[in-house]
């Protein structure tokens, strides 16, 4: 059987990351001074007498499956900010503020 064949055989149980997508997210994490070499630190077990290597299959799916998650919460908290939702709430917090602050002033003003 031909490796072309093999590979056709296989079910596809996840579909793969795309190359553009991870380089764009890569980008992101890198203009955004996230260090993550400190954060992949903290989620690898401790104590597990191989360091932090990865060593069976099931610890790769696992570390695929995070970094997926993780792509996927990056790319959701991307499109917020990029529709301006944050910058929104900030305006309407900031004019309840204002709000306040004048029946603040007219408490104060009026006795």
């Known amino acids: 059987m031909s490796s072309s064949k093999a590979k056709a055989a296989k079910p596809a149980t996840n579909p ?29 077990p401790t104590g597990t007498g191989t360091g932090t290597a990865i060593t069976t299959a099931t610890d790769v799916d696992g570390s695929v499956a995070r970094s997926h998650e993780f792509a996927q919460a990056a790319r959701a908290a991307i499109k917020i900010k990029n ?29």
Do not use: C, K, W, Y
Request: net charge negative; no cysteine.
């Open 83 to 111: 529709r301006g939702d944050v910058e929104a709430q900030g305006e309407r917090v900031n004019e309840v503020r204002g709000q306040l602050e004048e029946v603040v002033e007219g408490f104060v003003g009026g006795s």
């Open 16 to 44: 793969p990351l795309s190359f553009e997508d991870t380089l764009h997210d890569l980008a992101v994490i890198r203009s955004s001074n996230i260090d993550l070499a400190a954060i992949l630190a903290s989620a690898m």
